[in-house]
Structures are given as C-alpha cells and as structure tokens.
C-alpha cells in the first residue's frame, strides 16, 4: 500500500489559485503579436504546462516568435503577475497537519525555482516545504518537463533519506495530465486533484492512481497514508 511520507506538489493550479497572473502575461505576449484575447478564461490551458508548449500548441510560434513571447511574458509576469494569485481555502491548514504527522512535503512545479519561492514566501508557505523544484528555463534544458524536474526533486529525496523503497513512500500531487504523466515516467504514486485547472477526462486519461474532489478528500487521504515515523 502506498505511503505519503514525502509528498510532491504541484504549485499553480495546486497550491495557488494562480490562473489571472498567469493568463494575464500571455495576454501581453500575444498582444505584442497583433493577437487580442479579451476573455482571458480562454488562456487557462497556459496553467501549468511549460509555456513553449502552449504556444506552439494554441498559437502555432516558433521558436524565435516563443523567444520573444517569453520575454514579454516575464516583464510582466516577475514584477506584477506574479503576486496576482491567491491560496485555495484550507492548503495551508493541510500542510500544516501534513508536517505535524510527519510528512515532508516538497515542491515540483513548471516554474522556475526562482519565482516559485518568490510565491512560497509571499504566501508565508515556504517554512511547509523540505525542497522547491523547479525549471530551469523553458526550452532546451535539463529541467525543461515536468518529469524532470519531479526527478531532480527524488534525487534531493534520495540524497537525504537513502532507501530502497523510497518511491514506495512517496507520491506527486497535482491537477494537469503533466503532473500525472510525471510522477508515472519516475515511477511514483500520483494523486490528481479537480479543484485546479484540469479536469476529470484530462486526469483520468493521464492516469492518474488516485483523484480527489476537493482539498478536504486530498487532505484525508494523504493524512490517511502517512507512515508510522
């Protein structure tokens, strides 16, 4: 039976409501293409996936025409985006129980590692986590999927706490078809979560091990499964 004695979050979409910051930086860097998208409920998709995905996918760029969409996006999303996002109602009051019982908790997020502190401290979260993972850039390097960057997270588990069957006590938590496909390339328990910006078809096609509704499910079933430690 699985065990959640370390437990990887996902961070937008998971432990933040970020989807206005997010969506309103691509707005920006699609303005700057002569492209207007008012409604910007049509832009969630960019949350959570690598953003050189998303717009090869939706927009059809190249890579130059990404190069510069980042630009943009990041003039906007590092000094003002960032902050335009809120905590889903009871994270904090998981995390805490989570740490109390034993539990170490870490973050495996798209983001870079930079800014993903950035939020952490903003929202006084940070004290929760053992590690923050995150990209190292978007395009072209070690961390640039989510797969890696969940691996780069096991290896400073696995660097602290070297057991055999550490990815027996360790599950990633998150709400897109990244976070679940992740956590199964490194072999680990994944736990998908329908309060973000994903949906049930979108979790269940990824294949996900677990689903839960709400963060009141996610909290009893991880809370359920730590180890005695």
Do not use: W
Not at 87 to 111: F, N, P, Q, V
Not at 126 to 151: E, L, M
Request: charged share 30%; aromatic share 14%; proline share 2%.
């Amino acid at each position: 039976m699985i065990k959640t004695e370390h437990i990887l979050f996902d961070l937008d979409g998971t432990i933040t409501k970020s989807y206005f910051g997010i969506t309103r930086s691509v707005q920006k860097a699609l303005e700057y293409f002569g492209i207007v998208e008012e409604d910007n409920s049509k832009l969630i998709k960019f949350v959570g996936p690598p953003l050189r995905e998303s717009f090869i996918k939706y927009y059809n760029f190249n890579d130059d025409m990404y190069v510069k969409a980042l630009k943009i996006f990041k003039e906007y999303y590092s000094v003002k985006g960032i902050f335009e996002s809120e905590l889903y109602d009871g994270i904090e009051h998981m995390l805490s129980k989570l740490s109390l019982k034993g539990s170490r908790l870490y973050i495996a997020t798209s983001k870079p590692e930079d800014e993903a502190v950035r939020v952490l401290k903003h929202f006084n979260l940070y004290k929760y986590f053992d590690f923050v993972g995150g990209s190292d850039g978007d395009y072209n390097t070690s961390r640039s999927t989510k797969a890696a960057v969940i691996s780069y997270v096991l290896d400073y588990i696995k660097g602290n706490f070297p057991e055999d069957t550490i990815k027996e006590k360790t599950v990633m938590v998150g709400d897109r078809m990244h976070d679940i496909e992740g956590a199964e390339s490194n072999g680990l328990f994944s736990v998908g979560v329908l309060y973000g910006y994903g949906s049930l078809e979108e979790l269940k096609a990824a294949g996900a091990d677990r689903i839960c509704n709400d963060i009141d499910s996610l909290s009893e079933f991880l809370l359920k499964n730590i180890s005695d430690v």
